[in-house]
């Protein structure tokens, strides 16, 4: 079984630019999360997706961060513009339902200069 | 609101020892517990997962128990060795937030030969 497909693996970039992570879920699971992890903390989440619709972006800054799941499948979060305490790694998980495990991406690695 | 605590933060064994990771958490109506590996820089790795009405799992060297009524898990890890060098998150799915994983700080193991 294929896991979590992330991409870029790193991304550097400067304060007020526009940056996306895109992720690809293990085929049939219908749950999708997005979490940032801050170093030296634990992962937080960001969004929830149950299928295409969302379940829970209460965390979501939603000035800044959007994230969509066309189809069902893949997803796409953006941060537009970015600020230097955006710095953090992007992961991307995804479940069957929700009391299933979890499988993680190997995560986005984001630098704000 | 769901509290997750791990304790140590960080720990130093030398190679062969036996050893507990311990997690703590405030609201007891969870779906499941996990334990995950993080290695520097990469994604997460799920070790264990125990759903509600489970005690115990064991993978290999690894044992994790879950006492929901006291809110608390450990993670023992026999016969310790080098390459268990990482950080291990813990996280619990809970029942009153849409069963999303909230995760702990981590515990940093540093295993020297």
């Known amino acids: 079984e294929a896991g979590v497909a992330q991409s870029p693996r790193y991304k550097i970039i400067e304060k007020r630019q526009s940056v996306a992570f895109w992720c690809n879920p293990i085929?049939?699971?219908?749950?999708l999360y997005w979490y940032q992890q801050i170093l030296g903390q634990g992962p937080k989440l960001l969004i929830q997706f149950q299928n295409n619709g969302v379940v829970d972006d209460s965390q979501l800054p939603k000035d800044r961060f959007s994230a969509e799941r066309l189809k069902g499948v893949d997803s796409t979060l953006k941060i537009q513009p970015a600020k230097l305490e955006d710095s953090a790694v992007y992961l991307c998980?995804?479940?069957?339902?929700?009391?299933?495990?979890?499988?993680f991406g190997s995560g986005t690695r984001l630098t704000v200069v | 609101k769901q509290e997750v605590t791990q304790i140590p933060a960080a720990l130093s064994v030398p190679e062969g020892e036996n050893l507990v990771l311990n997690c703590s958490f405030t609201?007891?109506?969870?779906?499941?517990l996990q334990w995950f590996r993080q290695d520097p820089g990469k994604g997460l790795t799920s070790l264990l997962l125990i759903q509600s009405s489970q005690r115990e799992q064991t993978s290999g060297r690894l044992n994790a128990s879950l006492d929901k009524s006291s809110g608390r898990s450990t993670l023992y890890i026999a016969a310790s060795q080098p390459g268990d060098s990482a950080t291990y998150l813990c996280?619990?799915?809970?029942?009153?937030?849409?069963?999303?994983?909230?995760f702990g700080q981590g515990t940093e193991l540093s295993v020297k030969p």
């Open positions: 998980a995804s479940s069957a339902d929700r009391t299933g495990g979890y499988t």
């Open positions: 609201d007891s109506a969870i779906y499941n």
């Open positions: 996280a619990v799915g809970t029942y009153n937030q849409g069963g999303k994983l909230i």
């Open positions: 085929s049939g699971h219908a749950t």
